[in-house]
C-alpha cells in the first residue's frame, strides 16, 4: 500500500471517527426541554433524538463498537503507512535497529495525535457547543446503524445490563426536573445576562413560598388598624385618615374577637353619597377568612383561591389574633425589589459591610443579603429578631449585639419589645 493510499485511509478513518465522537456528546448533552420545543415547532427529527435520548443503550453501544474498532484499524494503517518512511529517514543518522524502534515511537504520537485532536476533541467541542443540532443531523445515519447492528448490538447490550444490575446502576437517565436544576438555569441566564438580578430573585421567591410561614409577610398584631363595631362614625373617619388601608377588621370590643371585616373602598362610597357608616350594617360587614399561623404563603394563596378573598385573619393554636395577610403581600414577598419603594425596604446596605434590617425582616432574607446560610437553631424561629431572641435567650435591649459566623447584630431601636432596627456588619477578623 502506497503512502497516499495509506493516508487517505487514514483520513477516512479519522472522519469516520470524529463522526461517532459528535454523536456520543450531541445526544449526551441535548437538552430534553429545547428537543421538545424544537418538536413543537415541526421538527421530527428533534422528536426522534428525543426518543432515542429515553433509551441510549443501543445508540451508545453502536457508538463504542465503532470507534474501537476505527482506532484499531486506524492504529494499524498509521503505522504501517509512516513507519517504513521514517525508517529510511532516521536510518541516515542512527543504527538500524534504533532507527525502527524511533520511527515506530514516532509513527504511533504521530497518529494518536491526529485521532486526538480531529476525531475526538474537535468533534466532541462542536457538539458541545450545538448539541441539538448536532444530534439531529446525524441521528438518522445513526438510527439506520443500530437497526444494521442488531444482533451484535443486542448481545453487547445484553451483557452490559446485566453487569449493571448486578451493580444496581440504573439503565435509563432520570430526566425528572427539579426547583434545583431551574434555580441553576436561572443563575446561569443571570450570569449570562439573559436575566436580571431582580428577576431572578422573583423566580427564586416563587420557590420558597412553600417553604415560607405566613407570618413571614403578614402585618403583625401590633400594627393592625381595626375597629370596634360599635365605634362611631366620626371615629371611623378620623381612623381611616391616620391610618389608610384597604381593610380593615372589625371586632367586638377586643381584637381576639373577630365579626368581620370592611372594604375600605365600600366605605369612601358612602363617604361620597354622603350614606351613614354603620360597622352593624350586614352590607358592609363582609365575613373574615381565618386561617393558622403555621401555614406556608403558598397555602395561604390556595385558601384565597378557594374563599376566593383576598384578605385573611391569622390565629395562632390558642385562637388569639397575631397578624393579618393580603394578596398582596404575598406578591409583594414574590416580587420582592420589583414592587418594594426605597422607604418600604427592610434591607438597606449602608456599605460593602454593614446593613441596616427590620427585626420583622424574614431570615431568608437576611441570609441572601449578607451571604450567611447556616444559622444555629433555625427551626426554632422565622425573623432576625427571633433570631436575637433565640441567641440572647430573652427580649433584646438596645445596644445588645450577637455575634455569628463572622457577623455582629446590634440592636439599634426597640419600641415596646419590639425589635425595629438592626444593624448588621461584618467583623473585620473574620
Not at 486506524?74 to 503505522?79: A, F, L, Q, S
Not at 495525535?113 to 475526538?120: I, M, R, Y
Not at 446596605?349 to 427585626?359: N, Q
Amino acid at each position: 500500500m502506497s503512502l497516499t493510499q495509506s493516508l487517505l485511509i487514514t483520513l477516512l478513518l479519522i472522519a469516520l471517527n470524529a463522526f461517532f465522537s459528535a454523536a456520543e456528546i450531541a445526544l449526551a448533552a441535548s437538552r430534553r426541554v429545547r428537543l421538545r420545543q424544537l418538536a413543537s415547532a415541526g421538527d421530527r427529527r428533534a422528536d426522534a433524538v428525543a426518543q432515542v435520548q429515553a433509551l441510549p443503550g443501543d445508540y451508545f453501544t453502536v457508538v463504542q463498537i465503532a470507534q474501537n474498532a476505527i482506532s484499531i484499524l486506524g492504529g494499524i494503517v498509521g503505522e504501517g503507512a509512516f513507519s517504513p518512511h521514517l525508517t529510511a529517514w532516521l536510518s541516515g543518522f542512527l543504527e538500524p535497529v534504533w532507527a525502527s524502534r524511533l520511527a515506530f515511537v514516532l509513527s504511533f504520537a504521530l497518529v494518536t495525535s491526529l485521532f486526538l485532536v480531529l476525531a475526538d476533541l474537535m468533534p466532541r467541542r462542536a457538539g458541545m457547543a450545538e448539541p441539538e443540532q448536532v444530534a439531529m443531523r446525524v441521528v438518522g445515519p445513526m438510527v439506520l446503524l443500530t437497526k444494521l447492528l442488531r444482533p451484535v448490538v443486542w448481545c453487547y447490550a445484553a451483557l452490559t445490563n446485566g453487569l449493571l444490575a448486578l451493580a444496581r446502576v440504573p439503565s435509563a437517565r432520570d430526566d425528572s426536573i427539579t426547583s434545583d436544576d431551574i434555580l441553576a438555569l436561572t443563575e446561569a441566564g443571570t450570569q449570562a445576562g439573559v436575566l436580571d438580578l431582580p428577576e431572578q430573585r422573583v423566580i427564586e421567591n416563587l420557590f420558597e413560598l412553600d417553604t415560607r410561614w405566613v407570618s413571614s409577610a403578614m402585618t403583625p398584631r401590633d400594627r393592625i388598624a381595626w375597629f370596634s363595631q360599635n365605634e362611631p362614625e366620626e371615629t371611623l373617619k378620623a381612623r381611616i385618615a391616620a391610618e389608610p388601608f384597604s381593610t380593615y377588621p372589625v371586632c367586638d370590643e377586643t381584637i381576639d374577637r373577630v365579626l368581620g371585616y370592611v372594604d375600605a373602598k365600600e366605605l369612601f362610597q358612602r363617604v361620597l353619597t354622603r350614606q351613614p357608616i354603620s360597622l352593624k350594617d350586614p352590607s358592609l360587614l363582609h365575613k373574615a377568612l381565618v386561617v393558622p399561623d403555621r401555614l406556608s404563603l403558598a397555602e395561604v394563596l390556595t385558601q384565597f383561591r378557594q374563599a376566593q378573598e383576598d384578605f385573611a385573619i391569622i390565629v395562632n393554636e390558642y385562637s388569639l389574633v397575631v397578624g393579618v395577610i393580603t394578596l398582596n403581600d404575598v406578591m409583594s414577598t414574590v416580587m420582592g425589589e420589583l414592587v418594594t419603594s426605597d422607604d418600604e425596604e427592610l434591607i438597606v446596605r449602608r456599605d460593602e459591610t454593614s446593613w441596616l434590617i427590620d427585626g420583622t425582616t424574614p431570615i431568608t432574607d437576611v441570609a441572601r443579603a449578607i451571604g450567611v446560610h447556616t444559622w444555629p437553631h433555625e427551626d426554632e424561629y422565622e425573623t432576625l429578631a427571633g433570631f436575637l431572641m433565640t441567641m440572647l435567650r430573652r427580649v433584646p435591649k438596645r445596644t445588645d449585639v450577637v455575634r455569628w459566623s463572622g457577623f455582629s447584630f446590634e440592636v439599634l431601636d426597640v419600641d415596646n419589645f419590639r425589635i425595629d432596627q438592626v444593624m448588621v456588619s461584618r467583623d473585620p477578623d473574620a
